[in-house]
């Protein structure tokens, strides 16, 4: 057994109107089928052959072998990305949106100033990301802060190799295929309707486990 791709916790229409239908069908069948694929025909003479969690693999960049380590940087952390992704949204109103309450709550305020403020810091991280990427929410060293990696790099990749280190507790995908088809080239309009269809709770079990 190697990776596979994990059903979606909401059906394909759940997260209208911030991401539109068919944007989630392409994203999730598509693009992270594709990286699931790529990342078990590169990993599959290797000794990570039977792991099937990507961020095991993706933490150890290093001791993958030379010639596969580029597509596994990129495939396997394509597979960790999304399967974070997915798992921190939900339909709007139904576990989707609000703002974050107890620990996290509490965090990002001493950290930010205020949610507004995170929101702005977030935004910004995506917004200002060259080309394709990804915008962060991090813990390091017991600390939130919020960055930025370019392609299908993760924090758990490090610093050495991703530019931007941690354990990512919130994650939001600016590659084009994400947002275009209902949002051309407003970026920011997909990140600020975004925050309906974030799932808090989910975000703060994963902050909860990084800070334990
Ligand atoms: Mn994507």
Do not use: C
């Not at 961020?55 to 597979?79: F, K, T, Y």
């Not at 950290?111 to 060259?130: C, E, I, V």
């Amino acid at each position: 057994m190697a990776f596979a791709l994990p059903d979606l916790p909401y059906g394909f229409d759940a997260l209208e109107p911030a991401i539109d239908t068919q944007t989630m069908q392409i994203h999730h069948g598509k693009h992270h089928q594709a990286y699931v694929d790529k990342a078990n025909a590169a990993l599959k003479d290797t000794p990570f052959a039977e792991e099937t969690d990507p961020n095991e693999v993706i933490s150890r960049l290093p001791s993958v072998p030379d010639q596969v380590r580029g597509a596994v940087r990129n495939n396997a952390g394509g597979h960790a990305n999304h399967a974070l992704f997915w798992s921190i949204m939900a339909p709007s109103g139904s576990g989707g949106g609000g703002a974050p309450g107890g620990a996290l709550g509490d965090a990002i305020t001493q950290t930010f100033n205020s949610f507004d403020d995170f929101k702005t810091r977030f935004a910004a991280a995506g917004a200002t990301r060259f080309g394709s990427g990804w915008a962060w929410l991090v813990v390091s060293g017991g600390k939130l802060v919020v960055g930025s990696t370019p392609n299908q790099d993760s924090p758990l990749m490090g610093e050495d190799i991703a530019g931007f280190a941690g354990t990512p507790i919130l994650g939001l995908d600016v590659w084009e295929h994400a947002y275009y088809l209902r949002y051309q080239n407003r970026r920011p309009d997909y990140i600020s309707a975004w925050w309906d269809v974030v799932n808090w709770s989910a975000v703060a079990e994963r902050y909860d486990a990084a800070m334990a």
